[in-house]
């Protein structure tokens, strides 16, 4: 491929352009493609259901949330604008400054550009939401705690986090069976897939996603303080929630 | 992009994968890259619709099909399947592996591998079908003649080309006007495209396909024996019928 096509915030003009449109199906889709050639596509109108449209995964994390709530990856908001509506406290959280703009059209009153590492603890939070699979947010062996941290820093006595992720080793093996091994050889996680997001001509940076088994989670609350308190499952996908240990006060 | 993912039947393993899923809408995608990063994706479910679900184009342009007929470019055979049913005598003709293998599956009695230039003319026909956009198999301003003599060869007196194709100027310019621009610039037709398809670990060599406007179209059969007798246009795309002129005996 020649090098014309920009990196951007492809991820954030999708939103745009989709919500822009009046959200037609069939027309605008998130273009995922991984660092050995893998791609895949979904319609990008999945991004603004509504909880009838959720995946049941995520409507059953969502529905735990409770107190002042940060909404990590908040995307278009499908999240956080019916929690805004039903009353909740909610701060949507994103690094795309496209996708916050969607947000704001759509009457979401609270969003933060950044990630939970950007944000000062004078406002703290009960829930965290990592809905939509953005357990994989988590990026890594070593960033995963660095998130944790984070998140536990921003949090009240008695806070969550609801998530939403994918396990690797529950995919189809001829297609991503030789991108794990690979993974393993080199130290990484199974699921630490190299992703970017691709939009008409305009591609995001390369980023870390983690596709993390629960067992995985679990490994990876060890010394943060948060622990792994309830999961449900839906073949390759699940929820997590996770709770501060009683002795692991906000810092 | 690392060198893992392998060049192949990309649209042939797309086709097969969908129909062998039972056509599930959402699932499946056509991801088409340009080779200047322009990415797009086309829910597979379209290459499999019957008459009811084709571009008005496109219809228009089969109804007209008559007498013997080849489908250049056959796909899973969504133009070809509804002609035998009505008793039509078609061929389809891919380049794909597994296209055929599916057109087979959904029942087409006749199909070949290769090109128009690949078939002897033995067996001539009165109608040729590139719909489906697949005036763009005319790829270039050099190979758009080499094709239309290769089907002169193999018609019957009288025989007429049924196209649907996109005017490249009619494009989002935003998007599509500094390629067109540089395709200018080193010589090309203005819409030669130059793409891959993409499905999983796989992707097509890259081959160039032509998004040709009306009167350039007319322009390029110039001593081809073919001239446009009819079009249609709906937005930027667009049907033409073309016929062989009196004096243009088949070869």
Request: hydrophobic share 40%.
């Amino acid at each position: 491929m020649s090098s014309e096509y920009m990196i951007g915030d492809a991820w954030g003009e999708l939103l745009r352009d989709c919500h822009a449109a009046g959200l037609p199906a069939g027309r605008y889709y998130e273009i995922c493609e991984r660092d050995d050639g893998y791609i895949s596509a979904y319609d990008a109108v999945g991004f603004f259901e509504g909880p009838g449209g959720w995946p049941p995964l995520d409507r059953w994390a969502c529905e735990q949330a409770r107190g002042r709530v940060l909404d990590v990856g908040v995307g278009a908001g499908r999240f956080s604008l019916p929690l805004q509506a039903d009353g909740v406290d909610v701060v949507g959280l994103d690094v795309s400054p496209g996708a916050l703009k969607v947000c704001a059209e759509r009457g979401l009153g609270s969003t933060v550009r950044g990630t939970a590492g950007d944000l000062d603890d004078m406002r703290r939070f009960d829930s965290f939401l990592l809905l939509g699979k953005n357990l994989g947010l988590l990026e890594s062996r070593e960033q995963g705690p660095r998130l944790l941290a984070a998140l536990r820093r921003l949090a009240r006595p008695g806070a969550r986090i609801l998530g939403t992720g994918v396990d690797p080793y529950l995919l189809d093996g001829a297609v991503h069976g030789a991108y794990l091994a690979k993974n393993r050889r080199h130290g990484r996680l199974s699921g630490q897939m190299r992703l970017r997001l691709r939009h008409l001509l305009t591609a995001t940076a390369w980023f870390d996603y983690l596709f993390v088994s629960p067992a995985e989670l679990s490994g990876m609350t060890a010394g943060t303080g948060w622990s792994v308190v309830d999961t449900r499952t839906d073949g390759a996908q699940y929820a997590a929630v996770l709770a501060l240990a009683p002795d692991a006060a906000p810092h």
